[in-house]
Protein backbone atom coordinates (compact mmCIF):
# COMPACT_ATOMS: atom_id res chain seq x y z
CA UNK A 1 0.00 0.00 0.00
CA UNK A 2 1.05 3.53 -1.10
CA UNK A 3 2.18 6.23 2.03
CA UNK A 4 1.69 9.45 2.02
CA UNK A 5 2.92 11.68 3.99
CA UNK A 6 1.23 14.64 5.10
CA UNK A 7 3.11 17.73 6.18
CA UNK A 8 1.15 20.53 8.05
CA UNK A 9 3.53 23.84 8.82
CA UNK A 10 1.85 26.43 11.04
CA UNK A 11 3.92 30.08 11.69
CA UNK A 12 3.00 29.02 15.63
CA UNK A 13 2.55 25.04 15.94
CA UNK A 14 4.48 21.86 17.74
CA UNK A 15 3.08 18.65 17.21
CA UNK A 16 3.14 15.68 15.30
CA UNK A 17 1.08 12.38 14.75
CA UNK A 18 0.28 9.35 12.95
CA UNK A 19 -2.99 9.03 11.52
CA UNK A 20 -4.70 5.47 9.60
CA UNK A 21 -7.51 5.44 6.87
CA UNK A 22 -8.54 2.75 5.00
CA UNK A 23 -5.91 0.20 6.04
CA UNK A 24 -3.43 2.21 4.50
CA UNK A 25 -1.13 3.92 6.93
CA UNK A 26 -0.77 7.92 6.76
CA UNK A 27 1.95 9.63 8.94
CA UNK A 28 0.73 13.27 9.27
CA UNK A 29 3.41 15.26 10.49
CA UNK A 30 3.24 18.62 11.85
CA UNK A 31 5.70 20.88 11.49
CA UNK A 32 6.04 24.21 13.50
CA UNK A 33 8.28 26.66 14.65
CA UNK A 34 7.21 28.11 18.02
CA UNK A 35 3.37 26.59 19.79
CA UNK A 36 0.20 25.46 18.50
CA UNK A 37 -1.44 29.21 18.63
CA UNK A 38 -3.64 31.19 15.84
CA UNK A 39 -4.09 34.78 16.86
CA UNK A 40 -7.65 36.31 16.34
CA UNK A 41 -8.32 38.71 13.18
CA UNK A 42 -4.69 38.28 12.23
CA UNK A 43 -3.75 36.19 9.06
CA UNK A 44 -1.96 33.51 10.07
CA UNK A 45 0.19 31.47 7.77
CA UNK A 46 -0.14 27.95 7.03
CA UNK A 47 2.21 25.63 4.99
CA UNK A 48 -0.07 22.23 3.90
CA UNK A 49 1.65 19.49 1.57
CA UNK A 50 1.19 15.73 1.05
CA UNK A 51 3.94 13.90 -0.55
CA UNK A 52 2.84 12.27 -3.71
CA UNK A 53 -0.50 14.39 -3.96
CA UNK A 54 -0.30 17.96 -6.19
CA UNK A 55 -1.57 20.79 -4.15
CA UNK A 56 -4.78 21.21 -6.68
CA UNK A 57 -6.15 17.70 -4.53
CA UNK A 58 -4.97 18.96 -1.69
CA UNK A 59 -7.57 20.58 0.56
CA UNK A 60 -7.76 22.24 4.63
CA UNK A 61 -10.22 23.32 6.47
CA UNK A 62 -11.28 25.07 9.87
CA UNK A 63 -13.94 25.03 12.46
CA UNK A 64 -13.25 28.75 13.15
CA UNK A 65 -13.13 31.58 11.09
CA UNK A 66 -11.55 31.20 7.36
CA UNK A 67 -8.67 29.24 5.78
CA UNK A 68 -7.74 30.24 2.29
CA UNK A 69 -5.25 28.97 0.02
CA UNK A 70 -3.07 31.91 -1.53
CA UNK A 71 -1.73 31.73 -5.06
CA UNK A 72 1.53 30.72 -4.34
CA UNK A 73 0.13 27.37 -2.58
CA UNK A 74 0.10 28.49 0.72
CA UNK A 75 -3.05 29.02 3.59
CA UNK A 76 -4.03 31.90 5.60
CA UNK A 77 -5.67 30.93 8.28
CA UNK A 78 -8.31 33.79 10.31
CA UNK A 79 -9.59 33.03 13.40
CA UNK A 80 -12.95 34.87 14.12
CA UNK A 81 -12.74 34.02 17.77
CA UNK A 82 -11.22 32.84 20.95
CA UNK A 83 -12.32 29.04 20.06
CA UNK A 84 -9.98 26.59 19.46
CA UNK A 85 -9.70 26.35 15.95
CA UNK A 86 -9.14 22.92 14.54
CA UNK A 87 -7.33 22.53 10.82
CA UNK A 88 -8.56 19.15 9.21
CA UNK A 89 -6.23 18.11 6.12
CA UNK A 90 -7.96 16.45 3.31
CA UNK A 91 -6.58 14.82 -0.27
CA UNK A 92 -8.54 13.49 -3.49
CA UNK A 93 -6.12 9.98 -3.65
CA UNK A 94 -7.39 7.46 -6.61
CA UNK A 95 -11.20 9.37 -6.61
CA UNK A 96 -11.67 9.63 -3.08
CA UNK A 97 -11.43 12.21 -0.62
CA UNK A 98 -9.43 10.78 2.19
CA UNK A 99 -9.21 12.66 5.73
CA UNK A 100 -5.31 13.16 5.67
CA UNK A 101 -5.41 14.39 10.10
CA UNK A 102 -6.26 17.31 12.03
CA UNK A 103 -4.75 19.78 14.45
CA UNK A 104 -5.96 21.56 17.03
CA UNK A 105 -4.69 24.95 17.77
CA UNK A 106 -5.85 27.27 20.37
CA UNK A 107 -6.75 30.79 19.08
CA UNK A 108 -5.04 34.46 21.25
CA UNK A 109 -6.43 37.72 20.80
CA UNK A 110 -3.34 40.15 20.08
CA UNK A 111 -2.08 41.78 22.87
CA UNK A 112 -2.63 45.53 23.91
CA UNK A 113 0.46 47.44 23.05
CA UNK A 114 2.35 49.47 26.18
CA UNK A 115 3.07 53.06 26.05
CA UNK A 116 6.30 54.34 26.70
CA UNK A 117 8.46 56.86 26.01
CA UNK A 118 12.33 56.86 25.98
CA UNK A 119 11.88 53.15 26.40
CA UNK A 120 9.93 53.83 29.83
CA UNK A 121 6.53 53.01 31.42
CA UNK A 122 7.09 55.15 33.92
CA UNK A 123 8.88 56.64 37.25
CA UNK A 124 11.50 59.02 37.52
CA UNK A 125 12.90 61.31 34.34
CA UNK A 126 14.38 64.19 33.51
CA UNK A 127 13.34 67.42 31.97
CA UNK A 128 15.35 66.81 29.17
CA UNK A 129 14.42 63.30 28.17
CA UNK A 130 10.72 64.76 28.52
CA UNK A 131 11.11 67.65 25.98
CA UNK A 132 13.94 66.02 23.77
CA UNK A 133 11.75 62.64 23.14
CA UNK A 134 10.44 61.91 19.56
CA UNK A 135 6.88 61.11 21.06
CA UNK A 136 4.77 58.02 22.77
CA UNK A 137 5.35 54.36 21.61
CA UNK A 138 3.30 51.86 20.90
CA UNK A 139 5.59 48.86 22.22
CA UNK A 140 4.69 45.29 21.44
CA UNK A 141 7.66 43.69 23.09
CA UNK A 142 8.77 40.52 21.52
CA UNK A 143 5.53 39.57 19.67
CA UNK A 144 5.93 37.35 17.02
CA UNK A 145 4.17 38.91 14.20
CA UNK A 146 5.50 41.72 12.53
CA UNK A 147 2.93 44.61 13.13
CA UNK A 148 2.75 48.06 14.50
CA UNK A 149 0.57 50.33 16.71
CA UNK A 150 1.08 54.00 16.02
CA UNK A 151 -0.04 56.97 18.86
CA UNK A 152 -2.85 58.58 17.22
CA UNK A 153 -3.42 61.12 20.64
CA UNK A 154 -2.94 61.52 24.00
CA UNK A 155 -3.16 64.29 27.21
CA UNK A 156 -0.32 65.44 28.85
CA UNK A 157 -1.77 66.87 32.58
CA UNK A 158 0.74 68.94 35.16
CA UNK A 159 0.63 70.05 38.78
CA UNK A 160 1.14 74.09 38.91
CA UNK A 161 0.72 76.41 41.22
CA UNK A 162 -2.07 77.66 39.06
CA UNK A 163 -3.90 74.47 39.27
CA UNK A 164 -3.86 71.10 37.17
CA UNK A 165 -3.22 71.93 33.60
CA UNK A 166 -4.33 69.30 30.80
CA UNK A 167 -3.15 69.62 27.30
CA UNK A 168 -3.48 67.73 24.10
CA UNK A 169 -2.04 66.03 21.46
CA UNK A 170 -3.61 64.51 18.00
CA UNK A 171 -0.28 62.86 16.85
CA UNK A 172 2.24 60.10 19.01
CA UNK A 173 4.02 63.48 19.58
CA UNK A 174 4.47 66.06 21.91
CA UNK A 175 3.07 69.84 20.83
CA UNK A 176 5.22 72.83 21.17
CA UNK A 177 2.63 73.96 23.86
CA UNK A 178 3.11 70.60 25.87
CA UNK A 179 7.24 71.28 25.58
CA UNK A 180 7.28 74.32 26.86
CA UNK A 181 4.95 73.80 29.88
CA UNK A 182 7.45 70.82 30.30
CA UNK A 183 9.89 73.40 30.84
CA UNK A 184 8.30 75.28 33.30
CA UNK A 185 8.63 71.85 35.75
CA UNK A 186 10.67 71.68 38.50
CA UNK A 187 11.77 69.03 40.21
CA UNK A 188 9.71 66.57 42.11
CA UNK A 189 6.97 67.93 39.81
CA UNK A 190 4.35 64.80 38.29
CA UNK A 191 3.73 64.35 34.38
CA UNK A 192 0.53 62.38 33.62
CA UNK A 193 0.34 60.88 30.22
CA UNK A 194 -3.68 59.52 29.50
CA UNK A 195 -6.23 58.82 27.34
CA UNK A 196 -3.53 57.32 25.10
CA UNK A 197 -4.62 56.45 21.66
CA UNK A 198 -3.22 54.15 18.98
CA UNK A 199 -4.67 52.63 15.90
CA UNK A 200 -3.37 49.41 13.62
CA UNK A 201 -4.74 49.21 9.93
CA UNK A 202 -5.63 45.53 10.68
CA UNK A 203 -7.02 45.67 14.43
CA UNK A 204 -8.39 49.43 14.65
CA UNK A 205 -7.98 51.28 17.73
CA UNK A 206 -6.87 50.43 21.23
CA UNK A 207 -6.66 52.52 24.29
CA UNK A 208 -3.33 51.83 25.85
CA UNK A 209 -2.10 52.36 29.80
CA UNK A 210 -1.50 55.75 31.30
CA UNK A 211 1.90 57.01 32.14
CA UNK A 212 3.04 58.56 35.34
CA UNK A 213 6.44 60.53 35.46
CA UNK A 214 8.47 62.18 38.47
CA UNK A 215 10.54 64.80 37.68
CA UNK A 216 14.40 64.08 38.49
Known sequence: ????????????????????????????VISPTAMNILFMGLDNPLSIAISGVPLENTFASINNGSLTQTAEGGWIAR??????????????????????GQMTFRVLRVPAPQARISGKTGGCITIADLINTQGIEAFLGNFLFDMRFMVTGFTMMVATSQGEIALSSNSFSLTQAQRELLRQQDSGSSVIFTNIRANNPTLGNVDLNPIVFRID
Open 79 to 100: PSSTDNAVVTVTALIDGQVREM
Open 1 to 28: MKKYFVILVAVMAVKTGTFAQSGDTYRT
